[in-house]
T-cell receptor
Framework: GQQLNQSPQSMFIQEGEDVSMNCTSS?????WLWYKQDPGEGPVLLIA?????ELTSNGRLTAQFGITRKDSFLNISASIPSDVGIYFC????????????FGKGMKLTVNP | NAGVMQNPRHLVRRRGQEARLRCSPM?????VYWYRQLPEEGLKFMVY????????ESGMPKERFSAEFPKEGPSILRIQQVVRGDSAAYFC????????????FGPGTRLTVL
């Protein structure tokens, strides 16, 4: 099946630092989404991107939809302890399918 | 509004038993999606249903798994004759319209097969 390559797999940072993560695919996506999942919970949508080249912010989070439509990145600035969790990229493939393809996730640890 | 409800939150079954996972979508939502998450992995799409119809079941295993979303009541994901490899977290999402960005996820059911 389709796969998204998400990197890095984990990061350990100090409070206040910025962090970046990205996802790439060999397929073209119509939509890119970034989710955060806390332990024992379901994913919560952070940012949704709909057009190639689109750059969108949500507070300290910024994400971009790659020009080739095969990649996306997420930046978190000035990290705080509650940013701890697993971040997933997800996408909807070109062709109108409603199902989401997820990356394997990046586990973020923030040291206070 | 209450969010997507899933129950049970944790389910333990022995090999060969049946597992029934329930999902109540958000009020006003008529589209339901089921995903499976193995440890240390991302979510993998299983099935997309609207009321009384299966729209896309391309991610469902060919055997032992079935899903329904009746006119009344919750959506049910049913796993017959469970095996250890079925142990995973199963997430349901719902949306009001057919829209990838408006899928709201429930807290999941964690299935453990002994």
């Amino acid at each position: 099946g389709q796969q998204l390559n998400q990197s890095p797999q984990s990061m350990f940072i100090q409070e206040g630092e910025d962090v970046s993560m990205n996802c790439t695919s060999s397929s073209i996506f119509n939509t890119w989404l970034w989710y955060k999942q806390d332990p024992g919970e379901g994913p919560v949508l952070l940012i949704a991107l709909y057009k190639a080249g689109e750059l969108t912010s949500n507070g300290r989070l910024t994400a971009q939809f790659g020009i080739t439509r095969k990649d996306s990145f997420l930046n978190i600035s000035a990290s705080i302890p509650s940013d701890v969790g697993i971040y997933f990229c997800a996408g909807a493939l070109q062709g109108g399918s409603e199902k989401l393809v997820f990356g394997k996730g990046m586990k973020l640890t923030v040291n206070p | 509004n209450a969010g997507v409800m899933q129950n049970p939150r944790h389910l333990v079954r022995r090999r060969g038993q049946e597992a029934r996972l329930r999902c109540s979508p958000m009020k006003g939502h008529s589209h339901v999606y089921w995903y499976r998450q193995l440890p240390e992995e991302g979510l993998k799409f299983m099935v997309y249903l609207q009321k009384e119809n299966i729209i896309d079941e391309s991610g469902m295993p060919k055997e032992r798994f079935s899903a329904e979303f009746p006119k009344e009541g919750p959506s049910i994901l049913r796993i017959q004759q469970v095996v250890r490899g079925d142990s995973a977290a199963y997430f349901c999402a719902s949306s009001r319209l057919s829209s990838v960005n408006e899928q709201f996820f429930g807290p999941g059911t964690r299935l453990t097969v002994l």
